[in-house]
């Protein structure tokens, strides 16, 4: 199958779940060719039957602003036509469906004009923000909810986020839920004694806390901190904070308040956030709302409990008292009482860790996962 994947290039759940599925199916024979601004946060070079295509946007003064969408439709429709593509699958409604939509029309349209070639189906997955955020903006709801309706296959992360979007939408085209997916032969607990030693010194340091984001106001990176001088109380602990947003610097004045910048760690955009989420004892995301929860299934394919809130899809992915806890969003105490309740005790804390690991093996393993896209595809072109 020939397959043209969209998605954003940027650090986040959509670019990294579309370029690891991409990767995924190219090692399933698949040829697949992954189309953005830039090649993505996840991008490896050298996988066969694998390429990337870059959206280039031309400056023309009468536009005060850069024409992405029409960039992209444009490079869609000339990939399609080259390269004979089989489907257009657009992560991310809007600019990616949108685009997707405008390339089909392009080429049926020129079709009478032009030698035929095939017109690849569309297949849209919705990973959150798309619905929760711009689809509930009245600027652009209407856009959204025609993008996927014109769609020929749609998929969502959870159950959760297909209720939002029906809701929201007032979508009737029928969604097939696909949950994000690891290869777990390559997510294992791999503790680098260096580098815990130098996050967490000996004598001074005896369990790691770590938060993964981009630090938006939805994930509540405040709460984090304050969970975390909780748990400081009771346990001898160090904060890790990996990522970058606009509540970083929020978060950095509330530890020095609480008297904790000396053992909140603010790391930034890491390039090896699977080491350092491999040293956690426990994964903190009490997120104001979560589609899915990608980056609690990295940790607990990692054997790290999760403690964070019963928001959205995370309830799909972590099974409370099993492979973490998840209590109602706002709830600092609850959720920090958990967390010295994991770190106080090792067995528990193994446990859960195993637990957490067996259930994204059974549940969210690529093998298990990919195979649902490949249905989709074959679905939607009738085979």
């Given at each position: 199958?020939?397959?043209?994947?969209?998605?954003?290039?940027?650090?986040?759940?959509?670019?990294?779940?579309?370029?690891?599925?991409?990767?995924?199916?190219?090692?399933?024979?698949?040829?697949?060719?992954?189309?953005?601004?830039?090649?993505?946060?996840?991008?490896?070079?050298?996988?066969?039957?694998?390429?990337?295509?870059?959206?280039?946007?031309?400056?023309?003064?009468?536009?005060?602003?850069?024409?992405?969408?029409?960039?992209?439709?444009?490079?869609?429709?000339?990939?399609?036509?080259?390269?004979?593509?089989?489907?257009?699958?657009?992560?991310?409604?809007?600019?990616?469906?949108?685009?997707?939509?405008?390339?089909?029309?392009?080429?049926?349209?020129?079709?009478?004009?032009?030698?035929?070639?095939?017109?690849?189906?569309?297949?849209?997955?919705?990973?959150?923000?798309?619905?929760?955020?711009?689809?509930?903006?009245?600027?652009?709801?209407?856009?959204?909810?025609?993008?996927?309706?014109?769609?020929?296959?749609?998929?969502?992360?959870?159950?959760?986020?297909?209720?939002?979007?029906?809701?929201?939408?007032?979508?009737?085209?029928?969604?097939?839920?696909?949950?994000?997916?690891?290869?777990?032969?390559?997510?294992?607990?791999?503790?680098?004694?260096?580098?815990?030693?130098?996050?967490?010194p000996a004598g001074?340091?005896?369990?790691?806390?770590?938060?993964?984001?981009?630090?938006r106001p939805v994930?509540?990176?405040?709460?984090?901190?304050?969970?975390?001088?909780?748990?400081?109380?009771?346990?001898?602990?160090?904060?890790?904070?990996?990522?970058?947003?606009?509540?970083?610097?929020?978060?950095?004045?509330?530890?020095?308040?609480?008297?904790?910048?000396?053992?909140?760690?603010?790391?930034?955009?890491?390039?090896?956030?699977?080491?350092?989420?491999?040293?956690?004892?426990?994964?903190?995301?009490?997120?104001?709302?979560?589609?899915?929860?990608?980056?609690?299934?990295?940790?607990?394919?990692?054997?790290?409990?999760?403690?964070?809130?019963?928001?959205?899809?995370?309830?799909?992915?972590?099974?409370?008292?099993?492979?973490?806890?998840?209590?109602?969003?706002?709830?600092?105490?609850?959720?920090?009482?958990?967390?010295?309740?994991?770190?106080?005790?090792d067995e528990r804390?193994?446990?859960?860790?195993?637990?957490?690991?067996?259930?994204?093996?059974?549940?969210?393993?690529?093998?298990?996962?990919?195979?649902?896209?490949?249905?989709?595809?074959?679905?939607?072109?009738?085979?």
């Open positions: 199958m020939n397959i043209g994947m969209v998605c954003y290039a940027s650090v986040g759940g959509s670019g990294v779940v579309a370029t690891e599925l991409a990767h995924a199916l190219a090692l399933r024979g698949h040829t697949v060719h992954l189309i953005s601004s830039e090649p993505p946060f996840r991008w490896r070079r050298g996988v066969p039957n694998m390429s990337f295509v870059p959206v280039e946007v031309p400056p023309y003064p009468l536009f005060r602003e850069p024409q992405y969408l029409l960039a992209l439709a444009t490079t869609v429709a000339r990939v399609a036509e080259e390269r004979r593509l089989d489907i257009v699958h657009a992560h991310y409604a809007v600019p990616h469906a949108t685009a997707a939509y405008l390339a089909y029309q392009m080429l049926d349209a020129s079709c009478g004009r032009r030698p035929a070639v095939p017109v690849p189906r569309t297949v849209t997955t919705l990973h959150g923000t798309d619905i929760t955020l711009v689809g509930s903006d009245p600027s652009y709801a209407r856009a959204v909810a025609f993008s996927i309706e014109q769609s020929h296959g749609v998929t969502t992360v959870s159950e959760s986020l297909k209720a939002d979007t029906i809701k929201s939408l007032g979508v009737l085209h029928e969604i097939r839920v696909i949950p994000n997916f690891l290869d777990c032969t390559e997510y294992r607990r791999r503790v680098d004694p260096e580098l815990r030693a130098r996050l967490c001074e340091c005896d369990a790691l806390v770590v938060h993964v984001s981009n630090f994930k509540r990176v405040l709460d984090v901190v304050r969970i975390f001088e909780r748990v400081a109380r009771e346990v001898d602990s160090v904060l890790l904070m990996v990522g970058e947003g606009p509540e970083r610097s929020s978060a950095q004045a509330l530890a020095r308040r609480l008297g904790r910048l000396d053992r909140v760690r603010f790391l930034g955009q890491h390039q090896a956030i699977e080491e350092i989420v491999g040293l956690a004892d426990v994964f903190l995301l009490p997120s104001e709302l979560e589609s899915f929860g990608l980056a609690a299934l990295e940790a607990m394919a990692r054997g790290v409990p999760v403690v964070g809130s019963d928001a959205g899809g995370l309830p799909e992915v972590v099974r409370h008292a099993e492979s973490g806890y998840l209590l109602p969003v706002g709830d600092v105490e609850g959720m920090a009482t958990r967390a010295i309740e994991i770190l106080k005790d804390r193994r446990e859960m860790g195993q637990a957490a690991r067996q259930r994204v093996e059974s549940l969210f393993g690529a093998e298990r996962v990919v195979g649902q896209y490949e249905a989709v595809y074959n679905r939607v072109l009738g085979r």
